[in-house]
């Protein structure tokens, strides 16, 4: 399918404006955000070759555990195999394409079973049984020829990650910058104690990071609740053209610090850590899927599951450090602080909405970034080199900036 379009090519024609600084860079044409031809170039162009963050390792701890993720049109069943690996699969049954497990399912099994013929895979992926089919072909046969889909995968920091493409690179080289913050907080040791969905979300995948990865509008949107990690505490790392993250650190106004009613935690700081990451919040994302912020007290993770150009599915995950979770007051804690985040969120959300809407009016405009969304225009340049890459294999450039 070819999904260069006039209309994607329009939209691209200009989108060279978007990169480079907060100083140089135009925000991103409105249609990136509606265009729904666009959504089907940037499901090829991005999602279908990019590392996507499909959970953490602490959500398999057993043999034979599963768990069932869509991202867009793709089912996949993350598994942890009779051999202790993790593995990604499509959840596309081999025999007439049902989905064997619907988004959210969780379980331990020994062998998954499609609820259409009760064909039945083992957590490997490979065929284990399929009834009524031997006057088609012996069993061995139809074994032989039928797998559940694997994509590639890779684990950084505790966080499991899977690509559709066979000959992608490898995700851990393009992370240097948030290395020593997975080190930092030990992710691969932490549990994850908490997933919550929130599903048809009216607006594009991209607006949520955006969203997420700048502080500017903490200030006004977030105010009382955000005072204790204000906007101009907020610092910015300069862009390498190979970075796989893009992230920026907002500073508390003192050490120790939570984003609650007084400003003191309620949950357990996560002992190791070094004064500098007791002093601030981390926020990060692993485009497209995963946004993390590294808090003092928690980490938690959003992912970012796109349905179309302007739905996606936010999954919401909180990891902690075992000592934090055995704490007799843990589970009040959590609650208290989920009370608060909720209502952060919340904000988020209509403010999400809002701008969704807003990207399809004909008044809406290229406008210019502020400092403290120096962020916004690093993730134009990590989507763009994406865009770019994808039309070079179709013998297509994207024309210069009218300014360059
Ligand atoms: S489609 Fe799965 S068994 Fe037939
Ligand atoms: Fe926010």
């Excluded at 990451?277 to 599951?305: E, G, H, K, T, Y």
Aim: charged content about 25%; overall charge negative; proline content about 8%.
């Amino acid at each position: 399918m070819n999904v260069v379009t006039p209309q994607v090519r329009e939209i691209l024609a200009e989108i060279r404006a978007s990169t480079g600084d907060f100083r140089s860079a135009r925000t991103m044409p409105p249609e990136v955000y509606t265009s729904e031809e666009f959504f089907q170039f940037e499901w090829e162009s991005v999602f279908a070759r990019e590392w996507l963050c499909l959970g953490h390792v602490s959500q398999l701890p057993e043999n034979g555990d599963y768990f069932a993720i869509n991202v867009g049109p793709e089912p996949l069943i993350v598994t942890r195999a009779e051999d202790g690996e993790i593995r990604v699969l499509s959840a596309i049954c081999q025999h007439r394409g049902y989905p064997i497990l619907e988004n959210g399912e969780t379980g331990n099994a020994k062998r998954l079973r499609c609820p259409y013929h009760f064909w039945s895979y083992e957590l490997d992926g490979s065929l284990a049984t399929a009834p009524e089919m031997t006057r088609t072909c012996p069993l061995q046969e139809l074994k032989d020829e039928t797998a559940l889909p694997a994509l590639k995968v890779e684990l950084f920091g505790g966080f499991i990650f899977a690509n559709m493409d066979p000959d992608a690179a490898p995700l851990g080289p393009t992370l240097d910058k948030l290395a020593p913050e997975m080190e930092a907080f030990d992710t691969v040791n932490l549990k994850a104690v908490k997933t919550v969905d929130y599903p048809n979300q009216p607006w594009n995948w991209k607006g949520m990071h955006e969203n997420a990865l700048e502080p500017y509008h903490t200030l006004f949107v977030h105010a009382g609740y955000h005072d204790v990690a204000p906007a101009q505490n907020a610092t910015f790392l300069e862009w390498d053209e190979n970075d796989g993250q893009v992230m920026h650190p907002t500073g508390f106004r003192e050490m120790d610090a939570a984003f609650t009613p007084s400003g003191q935690p309620v949950l357990p700081i996560i002992a190791g850590l070094d004064e500098t990451r007791r002093s601030r919040v981390m926020f990060a994302s692993i485009p497209p899927v995963v946004f993390f912020a590294f808090s003092p007290d928690q980490v938690f993770v959003f992912l970012v599951l796109p349905e179309s150009a302007d739905s996606m599915t936010l999954r919401v995950t909180w990891l902690f450090p075992e000592s934090s979770i055995k704490e007799p007051t843990f589970e009040w804690a959590l609650d208290v602080q989920n009370i608060i985040n909720g209502a952060i969120n919340e904000q988020d959300f209509v403010t999400n909405r809002r701008m969704q809407r807003g990207q399809r009016s004909r008044y809406a405009k290229r406008g210019r970034y502020s400092h403290l969304e120096s962020t916004l225009p690093q993730f134009n340049n990590w989507l763009v080199k994406r865009y770019e890459s994808y039309l070079a294999q179709t013998g297509e450039r994207l024309p210069e900036p009218a300014d360059a």
